[in-house]
Structure formats: structure tokens, C-alpha cells
């Protein structure tokens, strides 16, 4: 075992500098002294600053990255391209209104409507991925939030973390394959897949404390922009 003085070091040099970028990036977007793309921009000029420092720099995976991100890049965008679309077409056919009389026909409580949706995104996350289930099927909850009273920011931190499970749930669960990926042979699918059933389990968990306490989720964006009100 390395001695603490080396493993302290080791994290100075390695998950601090990482920590104060993304503090930086995301502080200076939430304190608005930086857009969304102004404040991604310092980030990929602090991501190339570590790279020099940490003499990783070079001209390969400096194009190598740049490839990367536009190749993600052009993926999202077509998403949205195709989001918008989707979301423009169902609604002109009236598809929000439908959904909105059947949904409230079923005379639902604001808690039974939340459960309903997070089980609905919670299957979708079983043969779709989080961009999908993102982009296409969750907008068609969005005009149910007024209707029902629900805070659209509670909202979203419960989709977000139901989407967690997308990664965790066979037969697409992409947390599996990666390690899968990179373990190779080391390791047989099917036991990975009953490892993460525990941290399944803590993702499902940490929404029904959530729920139960909504302040876990609320108190900042209460705190920074004012308490919402329906």
C-alpha cells in the first residue's frame, strides 16, 4: 500500500484541478456571470490548460477531440432537429390536448401523476437510451405540469435521476458494456448486470427520499431564483 503522503498527492494533482474546473464552469453559469456557451468555452480552454500541465498535450489528441465533440455535437443537434419536429407535428394534431383530457379524465392526485410518469420513463429507460426518452417523451409530460401543479424543476431532477436507471437496466443498460469494454474477458455480462443491481436500487431509493422531502431538490433553485409558484 502506497504511503498517505503519495495518495494525498496523487489527489492534489489529479481530482483537484478537475474539481475547481467544473466548480468554475457550472459556478460561473449559476452565478450569471457567464453563458452556458461562454462558460463551455473556458471549460475546453481549462481542459487544454490541465492537458499542457500534466504534459499530455499533443497535436493527435488535440484533433482527436476536436473530432469528437463534433461528431457529438452534430448527434445533439439533429436530436433537437428531430425533437422539434416531433414535438411541432404532435402538437398541430393536437396531441397535448388528448393527452391532457385523458390523463386528467383519470381524475389524478399531483403524487399519482409524478408516479405514473417516472414509472413510464422508468420502462422507456429499458429498451431506449436517456437521449431518446430526453428529447422525444418528456416534453409530451412538460404541459401536464400546470395542469397538475407540479414544480417544474422538482420535475426535471426526478426525470434526471430516473434517467440514471437507463444506464443501470439491461438490455441496453450502456454501464454494463462499457465495463464490459473494458474488462473484456475478465468478466461475464450476466454478472455484471447483477452487480449493478444494488446501485439500481440506491437510484430508486434516493427519488422516493426525494420525493418525500422535496427540499433535497429545492432548496437551491429556491434559493437562487425564488420559491416557485403554480
Given at each position: 500500500?502506497?504511503p498517505?503522503?503519495?495518495?494525498?498527492?496523487?489527489?492534489?494533482?489529479?481530482?483537484?484541478?478537475?474539481?475547481?474546473?467544473?466548480?468554475?464552469?457550472?459556478?460561473?453559469?449559476?452565478?450569471?456571470?457567464a453563458?452556458?456557451?461562454?462558460?463551455?468555452?473556458?471549460?475546453?480552454?481549462?481542459?487544454?490548460?490541465?492537458?499542457?500541465?500534466?504534459?499530455?498535450?499533443?497535436?493527435?489528441?488535440?484533433?482527436?477531440?476536436?473530432?469528437?465533440?463534433?461528431?457529438?455535437?452534430?448527434?445533439?443537434?439533429?436530436?433537437?432537429?428531430?425533437?422539434?419536429?416531433?414535438?411541432?407535428?404532435?402538437?398541430?394534431?393536437?396531441?397535448?390536448?388528448?393527452?391532457?383530457?385523458?390523463?386528467?379524465?383519470?381524475?389524478?392526485?399531483?403524487?399519482?401523476?409524478?408516479?405514473?410518469?417516472?414509472?413510464?420513463?422508468?420502462?422507456?429507460?429499458?429498451?431506449?437510451?436517456?437521449?431518446?426518452?430526453?428529447?422525444?417523451?418528456?416534453?409530451?409530460?412538460?404541459?401536464?405540469?400546470?395542469?397538475?401543479?407540479?414544480?417544474?424543476?422538482f420535475?426535471?431532477?426526478?426525470?434526471?435521476?430516473?434517467?440514471?436507471?437507463?444506464?443501470?437496466?439491461p438490455?441496453?443498460?450502456?454501464?454494463?458494456?462499457?465495463?464490459?469494454?473494458?474488462?473484456?474477458?475478465?468478466?461475464?455480462?450476466?454478472?455484471?448486470?447483477?452487480?449493478?443491481?444494488?446501485?439500481?436500487?440506491?437510484?430508486?431509493?434516493?427519488?422516493?427520499?426525494?420525493?418525500q422531502?422535496?427540499?433535497?431538490?429545492?432548496?437551491?433553485?429556491?434559493?437562487?431564483?425564488?420559491?416557485?409558484?403554480?
Amino acid at each position: 500500500m502506497p504511503p498517505p503522503k503519495e495518495i494525498y498527492w496523487n489527489l492534489l494533482v489529479s481530482f483537484v484541478p478537475l474539481t475547481v474546473l467544473f466548480a468554475l464552469v457550472l459556478g460561473s453559469i449559476l452565478g450569471g456571470l457567464a453563458t452556458p456557451a461562454e462558460a463551455a468555452a473556458m471549460g475546453a480552454m481549462g481542459g487544454i490548460v490541465l492537458a499542457v500541465l500534466y504534459r499530455s498535450m499533443t497535436w493527435t489528441k488535440l484533433k482527436e477531440s476536436v473530432f469528437l465533440t463534433a461528431k457529438a455535437t452534430a448527434m445533439v443537434c439533429w436530436l433537437f432537429v428531430g425533437s422539434w419536429t416531433f414535438a411541432s407535428v404532435f402538437s398541430y394534431l393536437g396531441g397535448h390536448d388528448i393527452i391532457a383530457h385523458w390523463v386528467g379524465r383519470m381524475d389524478l392526485e399531483p403524487w399519482e401523476f409524478l408516479v405514473l410518469a417516472q414509472i413510464i420513463i422508468f420502462l422507456l429507460g429499458w429498451p431506449l437510451e436517456w437521449s431518446e426518452i430526453l428529447i422525444i417523451f418528456v416534453p409530451i409530460f412538460l404541459p401536464l405540469l400546470e395542469v397538475f401543479g407540479v414544480n417544474p424543476y422538482f420535475f426535471a431532477m426526478l426525470v434526471a435521476l430516473n434517467l440514471q436507471t437507463s444506464f443501470l437496466t439491461p438490455p441496453l443498460a450502456m454501464s454494463a458494456y462499457y465495463l464490459k469494454g473494458v474488462l473484456k474477458n475478465q468478466i461475464e455480462l450476466m454478472e455484471i448486470f447483477r452487480g449493478i443491481m444494488p446501485y439500481l436500487a440506491i437510484v430508486i431509493l434516493t427519488m422516493v427520499l426525494m420525493y418525500q422531502f422535496p427540499g433535497i431538490a429545492l432548496w437551491f433553485p429556491d434559493y437562487l431564483f425564488g420559491e416557485y409558484i403554480p
